[in-house]
């Protein structure tokens, strides 16, 4: 499969906020607050967009699709929606949301995507 879009973006209630999304026509944009706002806007390889679908899939981050478990009730915590569509697929993506909850293995899939988009960072 290949990415046509993708989109990350967490927050909680301290004030960290990160969104990570790429799309053909805006390339890669990084929004990221924690404490000092980063931005970073680039092209982004064939390569390296199989290299994110290689983590999507390594970590299972494709299983979170359809989760949706969202607290109205509660103020604080975290927040997060996933969005990834495909080239030529209209049947296959991923959309996925939560506040203060997540799919099994949420922490080690949202580590993994942000240790993939730390490179793009540091350019």
Request: aromatic share 14%.
């Amino acid at each position: 499969m290949k990415i046509d879009t993708f989109s990350f973006r967490f927050g909680d209630t301290s004030g960290f906020m990160e969104w990570y999304r790429y799309d053909p026509a805006r390339g890669l944009c990084i929004d990221k607050f924690d404490g000092k706002m980063k931005k970073v806007q680039c092209e982004m390889t064939e390569a390296e967009l199989d290299e994110l679908e290689k983590v999507i899939r390594e970590n299972k981050i494709d299983t979170w699709n359809g989760f949706c478990k969202l607290d109205m009730c509660m103020c604080s915590g975290n927040s997060w929606t996933l969005h990834v569509t495909y080239k030529d697929s209209n049947d296959e993506y991923i959309h996925a949301m939560g506040h203060s909850e997540g799919p099994e293995g949420f922490e080690i899939g949202k580590q993994a995507l942000e240790a993939y988009f730390e490179k793009f960072l540091q350019k």
